[in-house]
């Protein structure tokens, strides 16, 4: 069964980069799309990025496009999310999710989720 962790979320202040870590376990690391998505108090959970399997294909929500930047090490069965020109809007607790080899938009579409890493983007 795979198993995510999200790691490198914090306090920023606006303007600033945060760049957060989704270490996977079990399976094939290469099999799974990857995505990233995130959650403020009182907000539906909102898609941010994904990125396929082989790496091949990226998608982003338009909230982040231009600011953000998903990418994967298939030998540190890592992904990454990059974030740059962070606003206080950004704040929320971020999850990455796995799902079979696509990426994809809909939270629905991923299989497995991590426990989330909290960011604050302070004004």
């Known amino acids: 069964q795979v198993q995510l962790v999200e790691s490198g979320g914090g306090l920023v202040q606006a303007g600033g980069s945060l760049r957060l870590s989704c270490e996977v376990s079990?399976?094939?690391?290469?099999?799974?799309?990857i995505g990233w998505f995130r959650q403020a108090p009182g907000k539906e959970r909102e898609f941010v990025a994904s990125?396929?399997?082989?790496?091949?294909?990226?998608y982003y929500g338009n909230s982040v496009k231009g600011r953000f930047t998903i990418s994967r090490d298939n030998a540190k069965n890592t992904v990454y999310l990059q974030m740059n020109s962070l606003k206080p809007e950004d704040t929320a607790v971020y999850y990455c999710?796995?799902?079979?080899?696509?990426?994809?938009?809909?939270?629905?579409?991923?299989?497995?989720w991590g426990q989330g890493t909290q960011v604050t983007v302070s004004s």
């Open positions: 079990g399976g094939t690391f290469s099999s799974y799309g």
């Open positions: 999710a796995a799902r079979a080899y696509q990426a994809a938009t809909l939270s629905s579409r991923f299989d497995s």
């Open positions: 990125v396929s399997g082989s790496g091949d294909n990226t």
